[in-house]
Each structure stands twice: as structure tokens, then as C-alpha cells.
């Protein structure tokens, strides 16, 4: 919606406004004065001996009011006697708050982010991934703290019997540190003790989580990780139990056998910590949805048939319930006004700054925020069928929709666990069978090595190092992902559609010119018209008195003030008559603009503006023109853009022409005006369905829905939180310029994560034949688990090197 919907030029709102506002069925408070284009509501600040009725929380003049009452040495004062009667009966009912119901989670539907195929009631595992579930819709109710704390509490408590046990497996090493005896006996059993309780306990999940992976036939990390961990205590527990069993070429001068109970207890606790992580960012996801749902009020004060008002839980109100919606409330529901008049402020839906005028018979959207008048209204739609609603269902159903983020290891999985346990199983067998003496212990040992050395380190180290290297990288020019998807999808972006209001602009009116038309120069004008609008909030009326400020000009006192509702405002100021308002102003003042001054306001109209006229001694005067400036970076942002090889669509709520002026000005390749959150998303769609690779800048709660539903959504940081918890990328100063070196980033990382995958399935290739023996029949040489562990170190440590070369990466 353009600025200029909510001026004085809005047909509907030329009717007078009422005298009275009724309240309870009882008294009647005198409104202010009349409101004009943008309401002066504010104009006068409530008077400091006004108190508020416990009641109905209409204002009420003590010493004009008969209804009073004392209570616990205090004294109360009503509109009317029907509010004075209501408190008498229960005063606490009114003096303290009431408890809310609590819906809650019974028979909630709980889904797998990776596979949402999988559902089920109530809280559990993916029988796919692993993963844990979650709800398909969450609930303000819901306690999403409690999983984070419990994981946390089980990190910190394997890092804590952890770090004992690599200090005492690696300070020989590490350190030169020696044990003597007996203590290398205490240390050796207390390393033990500690990995078996860092392995059983907290590797549990994974074992269980790997197991049901068996049953359904879809293996996966936990798979790996299970059988790795599992294997390696195993094979360490009877190295350390009963050392005879194994060759003497594998004893030590101590008799003892090398043990890996640090790479499994390692292994257990780095793993907690990553899904602890990954965890704590999924939850982000429905912190989105949760801002949507805390936008509508917990409670709707509905009036019945005899005139009673009472609050009600927003579950109870039903379509055709009247309602009354006081200054400062937000609407309960969708409906449409029966009586009173005020401003509504309307930008979760189109984003745009200023309120929309709202009389009878006009739509009221759920959620939005009612500013400076009392409103009776009608409920139309409740419950799942209000607008607030189905932009919650819009964005769960987007984010559901999405193609899960679909990790190469957990893919690889699905045929190299089948393809390790079936070479580490062979290896068994033909050490049993073919092997040299001891074939029981050359097998067990062949076995051990092929899983310890394809132990998933390199191959589940090869994508999330890339990404927290990418991820600090992109944070230090100012831009944040979300998540590996969002690093891997904005590489292949060729489309990026743009909302205006504070992604291409900065986001609020400032005054843009002033147009003198006769003998009053640009300066006096400016101080007039700034005189009228000084007492006003309306962000139109802080535009021109800002404007004024900035200039160093003084706005003098205005007299015989009034607003002449649907047209502008006029008073006396410096002993001249001056009125500012729109064409209709002109009209009731009989003033006739010539065609001059008529294409001049069209031509500011053109570039964006709201334009107003402005009056003085009964002749045009002036013209002021108010607009949202495009921000300072912006056009070089889209030159860059284009340069990069990206179409660039506006989507807009605000109005073809001020819609199309800006995109004439930016060189924007395609505009979409007068679009709903709904339309948004339906414009992005329909790019995907053409075969485009979309990518969405906005940064409004009304964009969240086109945020979710593009392949990836970015948020400009001086949005809302709503705007940025839908969105996977994050431009922390709000500049579109960051989108061109978010895109070589991600070129970058992908390209980068693509080579830690080669290696690790390389590494793999090669590593898993000769653990397994292969070397033996022909030189005679057989990889011990001790090499297969340093291998498997080795592999990490190349890993994570390559992923370091992204911090010097060229943007």
C-alpha cells in the first residue's frame, strides 16, 4: 500500500466522523476533535488528572463522572453504572490478571525435517535419520528448552569424563608422561572405567538410533557411528581383559595390547556436541512460526445482546461475535467495523509504514495493531480461517516443503555401511580361515582395523567443517547463514526477488520537497505546514515537523485548529489561515489548482511520493512531498547484482505507480504492485515453476511466507525477527550489496566441501582394502588398529585443513 492510500486523498473516509463513542451499553465519551487524513489523536496528550475505568479501560474524567466506588482504600471510577456494577460484584476479576488456558500438545503431529514422509503423534526419532522430530505445528506452549538443556547437560557431562581419558591414553605421548607402577595399573583401569561409562551411557542414543536405522533398512550416520564406537570399545575391552589373545607382535614390553577407548569415548562426546548444535538451529526454525502465532491477542472483548462486555479466551470467540477493539488493543479476528473510526496499523500484512484509516464497514485483519480509536467490529472469520492463520500455515507448509537438507555422508551411508560391515565381516572370515596361527586374533584385529579406519571422522567431518569455516567467513562481511543449505542453494540462485519497504528503502517517510506555487518561499512554507503537523505521531506529520527540525526551521504555535476528516487539517498560525490536505481539501475549500501545479504533483507522484497542498490566506501556496527514500547502497547493490549475472523482481503491497517509480530508478527488471503475503509467495512459486533458482530479500512479517517458500530466503537485519527466523540468510547491515559476496561464498564453501568428500571417500577406498589385509599375502605386512586410528587422525586433520583455505577465499 502507497503512502499516499493512507493521506487525505481516501474517498471512504470523507464522511464525518462520530460525535460519540459508546461504551458498556451505558455512557457515551465525547470523541476528540475530528480526525483528518492522518489522525492528530495525539495532538493532546491525556490529561494528567483522567483515569482509566478497571472495567471497559476507557478513559474518565474523575471530576465529571458520578460513578465511583471505594475499594480497599482506593477509589475507582467508571464510565457508566453498568462498569460500576461489574466491579462491584468481583473487583478482583478486574484488579487481577486472569489465568489463560493452556491448549496444549495432546495428539500433536510430530515430522522429520529430513523426511517429511515420516509422522507421527507425540515426540520421538526419525526410524530414517535418526533425527529427532518435530511438531508440524508448534505451540506457544510447547517447551523447547527442555531437549536443548537435557543434551546440553549430557555434552558437558561426557566432555568432563572425557578429557580424563584422553589425558591419560595421550600424556605419554603428548606430554612424555610416565606412569610408575602401580599407577600405570590405576591409570590404564580408570581410563577404562571412564570410556566404558562415556561410551555405554552416553553413546546409548546412538546405538539405539543406529539400530532402529536396521530396521527399516536405512543406514546412516548413526549406523556408522555405532558400529565405529561399538567395535573400537569392544576390540579395546578385550585387548585390555585378556591381552593373551593377540600375537605377540602386538604386546608392548609390558605384555599389554594398544587399546582406542580415547577414539571412542572422543568420538561419543564430539558427536553429542554436534547434534547438541544442530539441534539448537533447527529450533530457530519454529521461532518463526511461534512470532506469527504471538501476534494475535490471548484474549477478544466480546459484547453480548444486553450490552455486557467481557473478556473471553480467543478459542471462544465465534463468527458473528461483536467485539470491541480499544486504542492500543490488537485486532482479536478478521471482521468488519460496525462503529467508530480509527487507524490501524496494518504492516505485518503489507509491510508498509503508515496506518490505514478504518470506519464502518471496513475490513479488520486479525492481529493488527488498532492505534488511536475505539472500535466496535464483527467477527467474519475465526480460528484457522483468519489471514494471520493461514500466513502461519503458509510458512510451515513452505518449510515442510522444502527439500530437506540431504547430507552427502548420510546418502554415501546408505551403501558404504552395508559395504564396510560386509568387507569387515569378510575380513574376518578369511583371517579365520586362510590366516596364519592365532586366525582368531588376526581376524578380530582385521575386522577391528577396516571399521576403526572407515570410522566416518573425514567423511562426517568433510561438510560441517566447510560450513563453520564458510559461516565465520560469511559473518565477517556481514552476512550470517542459517544452515548448509542455504550455503549450498545460494550458489546456483539466478533470480532475486526484492520487497521495497526497508529491503530497497529505508523503510519510513521523510519529507522529499517543498514546492512554493506563490509569494511564500520554500522556508515559510515548510514552517507552516510543520506548525499544523507538530502535535501529530502520524508518521506522514513526523516526516514534515523531522524535515523541518533537520533544516533548522521553527515550527510557531498553531490556533483554531481543526481536521476535516478524509481531506486535511487547517488553523490559524501567525495570524494566516492555513490548511494542508489533498485535492479533496482543495474542492470543500473551493479552490481550484491549475494545471500546472496539478503535473508538478503528478510528477512528484510519479517518483514515488505523497504529495499534499498546502493553503494559505485562501490560495494554493505550495506543494510538500513526503516519500521513503531509497536507501544510499541500494543502487549500486542492483548494478552489482546485474553484473552478476541476476534477474532482480520487486514484490511490493505498496501501489503500481510509486511501485514502478522506484523500479524505474533502480533499473529493476520486473515489478509486482498491490501483492498480498499470499501473492508474494504464489509470484515465487511460480518463478520456481519456470525453472528459475529463486532467492527472496524482505524483511517484513509480511514477507515471511515468500521468505519460506523461495529456495532461499534473505532477511535484511534491521527487519523483524519473524523476517529473519523464516529467512536462511541474514544480511546483518540490511545492504543488498552482501548478497554478491554472500553468492562467491558459497561458490566457494560448495567447491571446498565437494574436495573434503573426495578425499574422504578416497581416503575410505584405499584406507578399508588395507586394513583389511590386503598387503599381507604380498609383503607380508598387516595394518594394526593403532596405524588405522592414526590414519583415521590424519584423515581429520586434512580435512580440516582444506576447510581452513576458505578464511583466505577472495570475495
Known amino acids: 500500500m502507497s503512502m499516499e492510500k493512507h493521506a487525505c486523498c481516501s474517498a471512504k473516509d470523507a464522511a464525518p466522523a462520530p460525535a460519540a463513542q459508546s461504551c458498556c451499553g451505558g455512557a457515551s465519551t465525547a470523541a476528540g476533535h475530528e480526525q483528518h487524513h492522518h489522525d492528530h ?7 494528567a488528572h483522567t483515569v482509566k475505568d478497571p472495567v471497559c479501560g476507557m478513559t474518565v474524567d474523575p471530576q465529571k463522572t458520578p460513578h465511583s466506588l471505594e475499594h480497599r482504600d482506593h477509589t475507582y471510577y467508571f464510565c457508566a453504572q453498568r462498569c460500576k456494577d461489574k466491579f462491584q460484584v468481583d473487583p478482583q476479576r478486574y484488579l487481577e490478571p486472569q489465568p489463560e488456558p493452556s491448549p496444549g500438545l495432546a495428539g500433536a503431529i510430530y515430522t522429520c525435517p529430513m523426511h517429511p514422509e515420516v509422522q507421527q503423534v507425540g515426540p520421538g526419532h526419525c526410524p530414517k535419520c535418526g533425527m529427532a522430530l518435530e511438531p508440524m505445528m508448534p505451540s506457544l506452549d510447547e517447551d523447547d528448552g527442555h531437549e536443548l538443556r537435557s543434551m546440553s547437560r549430557r555434552f558437558w557431562a561426557l566432555a568432563v569424563l572425557t578429557l580424563p581419558v584422553f589425558l591419560l591414553a595421550m600424556g605419554p605421548h603428548l606430554f612424555g608422561w610416565h606412569w610408575p607402577s602401580p599407577w600405570d595399573g590405576v ?69 599389554r595390547v594398544g587399546v582406542y577407548f580415547e577414539s571412542a569415548a572422543v568420538i561419543v562426546t564430539l558427536v553429542t556436541l554436534g547434534d ?44 458473528g461475535d461483536t467485539l470491541r477493539v480499544r486504542p492500543g488493543e490488537k485486532v482479536p479476528v478478521d471482521g468488519v467495523v460496525l462503529d467508530g473510526r480509527s487507524h490501524v496499523d496494518e504492516s505485518m500484512l503489507t509491510g508498509e509504514p503508515l496506518p490505514v484509516a478504518k470506519g464502518r464497514d471496513d475490513q479488520l485483519t486479525g492481529g493488527t495493531l488498532n492505534q488511536d480509536g475505539a472500535l466496535l467490529m464483527r467477527a467474519e472469520k475465526v ?64 575386522a577391528v582395523s577396516v571399521l576403526i579406519i572407515a570410522c566416518p571422522c573425514a567423511l562426517g567431518l568433510a561438510t560441517p567443517i566447510s560450513i563453520m569455516v564458510a559461516s565465520g567467513r560469511a559473518a565477517q562481511n556481514g552476512v550470517l547463514f542459517r544452515d548448509a543449505a542455504a550455503i549450498e542453494a545460494l550458489r546456483d540462485i539466478d533470480t532475486l526477488v526484492v520487497d521495497k519497504t526497508g529491503t530497497l528503502t529505508e523503510g519510513k517517510p521523510a519529507l522529499k520537497d517543498v514546492v512554493s506555487l506563490g509569494a511564500y518561499p520554500f522556508d515559510q512554507l515548510l514552517a507552516l505546514a510543520a506548525a499544523l503537523e507538530k502535535p501529530s505521531e502520524h508518521p506522514l506529520a513526523r516526516a514534515i515537523v523531522d524535515g523541518a527540525q533537520s ?80 536507501k544510499a547502497s541500494t543502487p549500486q547493490a542492483i548494478s552489482d547484482l546485474h553484473a552478476a549475472g541476476l534477474r532482480i523482481v520487486m514484490l511490493t503491497g505498496d501501489n503500481t505507480i510509486t511501485a514502478k517509480a522506484v523500479a524505474g530508478s533502480l533499473g529493476i527488471d520486473e515489478v509486482h504492485a498491490d501483492v498480498s503475503p499470499a501473492d508474494k509467495a504464489a509470484v515465487i512459486r511460480s518463478l520456481r515453476a519456470e525453472g528459475r533458482r529463486v532467492a527472496m530479500a524482505g524483511d517484513g512479517i509480511n514477507d515471511a511466507p515468500a521468505l519460506a517458500v523461495a529456495d532461499v530466503g534473505i532477511a535484511m537485519g534491521g527487519g523483524t525477527d519473524i523476517a529473519m527466523e523464516s529467512a536462511q540468510v541474514t544480511l546483518v547491515k540490511g545492504e543488498l550489496t552482501a548478497i554478491v559476496r554472500a553468492r562467491a561464498l558459497s561458490r ?64
Open 551 to 630: 533544516r533548522g526551521i521553527r515550527a510557531p504555535a498553531v490556533e483554531d485548529f481543526r481536521s476535516v476528516t478524509g481531506a486535511g487539517v487547517a488553523g490559524s498560525v501567525q495570524g494566516h489561515p492555513v490548511a494542508l490536505g489533498n485535492r479533496q481539501m482543495l474542492a470543500n475549500m473551493g479552490i481550484t489548482a491549475d494545471a500546472s501545479a496539478l503535473e508538478k504533483a503528478d510528477a512528484m507522484r510519479a517518483e514515488g511520493a505523497t504529495v499534499m497542498f498546502i493553503v494559505v490566506d485562501g490560495a494554493l501556496a505550495g506543494l510538500i512531498a513526503v516519500a521513503d527514500r531509497v
Open 748 to 811: 566457494a564453501a560448495v567447491r571446498n566441501i565437494r574436495q573434503n568428500l573426495f578425499f574422504a571417500f578416497v581416503y575410505n577406498a584405499v584406507g578399508v582394502p588395507l586394513a583389511a589385509g590386503v598387503l599381507y599375502p604380498l609383503f607380508g605386512v598387516m595394518l594394526s588398529p593403532m596405524v588405522a586410528a592414526l590414519a583415521m587422525s590424519l584423515s581429520s586433520v586434512s580435512v580440516v585443513g582444506n576447510a581452513l583455505r576458505l578464511r583466505r577465499s577472495q570475495l
Open 383 to 446: 480460528g484457522a480461517e483468519t489471514m494471520l492463520a493461514q500466513i502461519v500455515t503458509l510458512v510451515a507448509q513452505a518449510q515442510r516443503s522444502k527439500a530437506p537438507l540431504q547430507r552427502v555422508a548420510d546418502r554415501v551411508a546408505s551403501w558404504f555401511v552395508p559395504a564396510v560391515v560386509a568387507v569387515a565381516a569378510w575380513a574376518f572370515a578369511l583371517w579365520a580361515w586362510l590366516g596364519p596361527d592365532l586366525k582368531l586374533a588376526y581376524a578380530l584385529i582385521a
Open 187 to 255: 591409570a590404564a583401569w580408570s581410563e577404562a572405567a571412564l570410556a566404558t561409562v562415556v561410551v555405554l551411557w552416553g553413546g546409548a542414543p546412538f546405538f539405539a538410533r543406529g539400530w532402529r536405522s536396521l530396521k527399516p533398512w536405512s543406514p546412516n550416520m548413526y549406523t556408522l557411528i555405532a558400529l565405529g564406537t561399538g567395535v573400537a570399545w569392544v576390540y579395546s575391552a578385550v585387548a585390555f581383559l585378556a591381552p593373551a589373545l593377540f600375537p605377540e607382535g602386538f604386546h608392548d614390553m609390558h605384555g
Open 276 to 319: 547438541f548444535l544442530e539441534l539448537r538451529a533447527r529450533r530457530r526454525t519454529s521461532a518463526a512460526l511461534k512470532g506469527l502465532l504471538e501476534l494475535a491477542p490471548k484474549t477478544a472483548r466480546r459484547v453480548d445482546a444486553d450490552g455486557s462486555e467481557h473478556d473471553v479466551p480467543l478459542d471462544d470467540v465465534h463468527g
Open 41 to 47: 489523536g495525539h495532538h493532546h496528550d491525556q490529561a
